[in-house]
């Protein structure tokens, strides 16, 4: 069993760390300076597209892709080490490298699914970074945690489809370059399987009846850098039929394929998350004295920093773990690995950027330090992509099912 990295991913690393120390930390700051000034706070600052631009550069572009014709053709294990990375700024890095959700995983449909017509049309441009992407499958009215649960009509009509439906949550969507949505929703909603009754269709965002409602806030943020997430009305929206994404009945299917890969790109993140949040509780552990002696030497901080580098440790290992497999048996082998770093990840980072937000007192439930902004981000990963306790049940099954 070996733990180093390969060359390829340690030359990778390399070149990243450099990357984010010469330019994305000192963009943070700048880059919120600039949005402050923007007509509308959805554009894009020029200093994301300064970063888009150094980053292609470097060589450190579409590295979530594992397709070689489309991609940088990494294995899942070569990727993780470098989405952690960019977990460590998280608002910035990802979108940097073209590596931010929901674009990675609409750029993995269209790759996977999609049709050479919708590669070139879409596809094409979502890898160059031109155009960005939402992907439309959570509703407001029914528990999307059960996909099957959704209610958005997708009918047939001659060489046309009508989508009439209410999603919420739509992440991008407020980006006015988010040019294209994937929309999931029914074609056969009275079909004896219930996986089999939904399907996906291709909507540009310019198509009339397609309405870009209101912005969603998350915990009081609105999470400008990733553009949003959106309440998205469909009524009597009509697209050719050569819109649909592979077949009638496939969309389940196709949210299972794209939901793998985001759910472990999401764990490798909040990693990097637990680290900046660690280096930023030690930092503020030396610098800061209460009760007569530095907060690094009082037991109750020490032990803090001690638990989430064991912790991380552990969940890093785990995710190692899940990525090779998912490289060597696939997706469906990897599943029961899959479903636990969902569960432990988010629900231990969220741990971790609580006691490094009551380490840094009001410092850390406000907008000078980006501890408050991580836990909005984590604690939302505890739903995101399936919430804990869908991943619990089907997890506990699994186990349980040889003793049955």
Known sequence: MDFAF???????????????????????AVADEQRAALASPWDTPQIVEDLKAEARRRGLWNLFLPDEEY??????LQYAPLAEITGRSPQLAPTALNCAAPDTGNMEVLAQFGSEAQKQQWLRPLLAGEIRSAFAMTEPDVASSDAT???????????????????????????PLCRIFIVMGKTDPDGADVRRQQSMVLVPRDTPGLEVRRAMQVYGYE?????????????DVRVPAANLIGEEGGGFGIAQARLGPGRIHHCMRLIGMAERAIELMCRRAVSRTAFGKP?????????????????????????????????????????????????????????????????YGAGGVSQD???????????????ADGPDEVHQRSLARRELKAYL
């Not at 991609?71 to 899942?76: C, I, V």
């Not at 330090?369 to 739903?383: G, H, I, N």
């Open 295 to 359: 907060l690094a030497r009082q037991g109750v901080v020490q032990q803090w920093i001690a638990d989430a580098r064991v912790a991380v440790e552990q969940l890093r290992l785990l995710v190692l773990k899940t990525a090779w497999l998912m490289d060597t048996i696939g997706n469906k082998g990897a599943h029961t690995e899959i479903q636990a770093i969902k569960i432990a990840t988010p629900r231990t980072v969220v741990d971790i950027l609580d006691r490094a937000v009551q380490l």
């Open 223 to 235: 999470d400008h850098y990733h553009g949003g997430h959106a309440e998205v009305v469909f009524h």
């Open 71 to 76: 991609g940088a053709g990494l294995t899942n």
């Open 369 to 383: 330090f980006p501890l408050a902004e991580l836990w909005a981000a984590a604690r939302t990963l505890r739903l």
């Open 149 to 175: 649960n959704i209610e958005t009509r997708i009918e047939r009509d001659g060489d046309e489809y009508v989508i009439n439906g209410r999603k919420w949550y739509i992440s991008g969507a407020m980006n």
């Open 6 to 28: 390969d060359a390829r991913t340690e030359e990778l690393r390399k070149n990243l760390l450099s990357f984010m120390d010469e330019h994305v930390y000192p963009a943070e």
